[in-house]
């Protein structure tokens, strides 16, 4: 089956723009995240959706993220206006389910902020 | 607080030798312990769950509640065995399926 797919994989943008992240997750999983993982981190989650309800955002920096799943399949992520230190890879990941199932990973997209 | 805390960032070995790679957790109730590895340019993928109690690719890891810990272990680790390894853990049965991870180690295998 297919994978997690996200684009764009690199993006190299200034502070104080904007950008946005697409994932499509594994067909028929219902649950999609994304993840934050700086250099030398492990991955952080900032929101999780069950369809395209959330169920999961208090890590989210609501100022200037914000995530949408609005057809309960792919998702955006999106930074506006961007800062220095979010620079990272962002990962987006699905599952069957939230509860016990296995979470598939994207390749990712590495977002640098100059 | 949930905490993952691996205290190695980059842990070198020799091929054939055994390799353990710490993971200790932080968690007040039933937590759901994972070991994800990540291979050079390759995604994120699962190695094994402790619920599973599996072997693979020949590594296994024992929950050990009361030592708060989950390491992983290998008795002759190969050089296919170079990659970055998470330990993660997830409240057990929850409907938040997010998962905390650690820092993460880097296992360097040399011929």
């Known amino acids: 089956e297919a994978g997690v797919a996200q684009s764009p994989r690199y993006k190299i943008i200034e502070k104080r723009q904007s950008v946005a992240f697409w994932c499509n997750p594994i067909?028929?999983?219902?649950?999609l995240y994304w993840y934050q993982q700086i250099l030398g981190q492990g991955p952080k989650l900032l929101i999780q959706f069950q369809n395209n309800g959330v169920v999961d955002d208090s890590q989210l920096p609501k100022d200037r993220f914000s995530a949408e799943r609005l057809k309960g399949v792919d998702s955006t992520l999106k930074i506006q206006p961007a800062k220095l230190e979010d620079s990272a890879v962002y990962l987006c990941?699905?599952?069957?389910?939230?509860?016990?199932?296995?979470?598939?990973f994207g390749p990712g997209t590495r977002l640098t902020v100059l | 607080a949930q905490r993952v805390t691996q205290p190695e960032k980059l842990l070198s070995v020799f091929k054939g030798a055994p390799v353990e790679l710490k993971c200790n957790y932080s968690?007040?109730?039933?937590?759901?312990l994972f070991w994800y590895v990540q291979y050079s340019r390759q995604r994120l993928q699962l190695l094994l769950r402790?619920?599973s109690r599996e072997s693979i690719k020949g590594f296994t890891a024992d929950l050990n509640k009361g030592e708060t810990s989950f390491h992983l272990k290998k008795p002759f680790a190969q050089e296919e065995d170079s990659a970055m390894y998470y330990c993660a853990l997830r409240r057990y049965g929850g409907s938040q399926g997010n998962l905390i991870f650690g820092k993460g180690t880097k296992l360097s295998v040399k011929p």
């Open positions: 968690y007040s109730g039933s937590p759901e």
């Open positions: 990941a699905s599952s069957l389910t939230a509860g016990g199932n296995e979470q598939f």
């Open positions: 067909s028929g999983h219902a649950t």
């Open positions: 402790h619920i």
